[in-house]
């Protein structure tokens, strides 16, 4: 590859308050050749605001693979190009992801210009444990669909993080709570850094009520933190025969396909099998 050729700048923009940009994307977004926009509408105006003039590129869900060759081909010819979402930071649960890959696998340098993202902010103030979480994003928009999903992650013990609509919202938490059950914690960040931002901690029963009894609560964009699931000490005997089962396969077999069958002899979740796995070699190891 050519010493010559442009940089993909991944660009982070405010999620709501405008005074969240920060310095260095203010100036990315003005030197740049272009900007591929999520939707450029948006982004013409999140522009405007800064005082910043530039010719935008249209980069969506539907149209990315089509627009590959074309900003892929900007960039080969010396031309830097800002990837932005219409909020926070891109990718996450945003089109991008296929350029990205490409402009790497062509040797394209590409370059982080973080900033705001929802889910690190409404992290911050879940009052819920941060040291090991994972992102699910949106879930199926089907209920009975959506619980399969919510079943599958009942025995997770990180804390999980979730982004859910207005108009699902109310239906979301009510099916967390039949499947996790209604005393699991959990924290629902709406309109994080505008006007009508709140957020409310509870369990799951109380946070279904609450956004029940308020329809004003059920408007806006959501984030929401789930408590991960503490079924060690909750199902002792499971645990004990899964980590029998655990031991005389990892003897035998790699770790993942240790896993993958003792989820099928057990009945027990892979993913968190595949972490109580990890912690006996670990504890095999350093004996």
Known sequence: MSNNCGTLFVVATPIGNLEDMTRRAERVLAEVDYVAAEDTRRTR?????????????????????????????????????????????????????????????????VVPVPGASSVLAALSVAGLPTDRFS???????????????????????????????????????????????????VTVARELTKTYETVRQGALGEVEAWLASDPNQRRGEFVVIVAGCAGPAAQPEAVVAGDDVLQALLEELPLKQATRLAARITGQPKNALYERALALKSYKDNK
Not at 79 to 91: F, I, M, N, Q
Not at 142 to 163: G, H, V
């Open 45 to 109: 105006i999140l522009l405007r605001h800064y005082g910043i003039s530039a010719r935008l590129r249209s980069l969506h869900e539907h149209n990315e693979e089509a627009q590959l060759d074309s900003v892929l081909g900007l960039l080969e010819q010396g031309e830097s190009v800002a990837l932005v979402s219409d909020a926070g930071t891109p990718l996450i649960s945003d089109p991008g992801f296929r350029l990205v890959r490409e402009a790497r696998r062509r040797g394209l340098p």
């Open 135 to 185: 992102f699910e994003g949106f879930l199926s928009a089907k209920s009975a669909a959506r619980r399969k999903q919510l079943d599958a992650l009942s025995a997770e013990p990180r804390t999980m993080i979730f982004f859910e609509s207005s108009h699902r919202i109310e239906a979301f938490i009510a099916d967390m709570s039949a499947v996790f059950g209604a005393e699991r914690e």
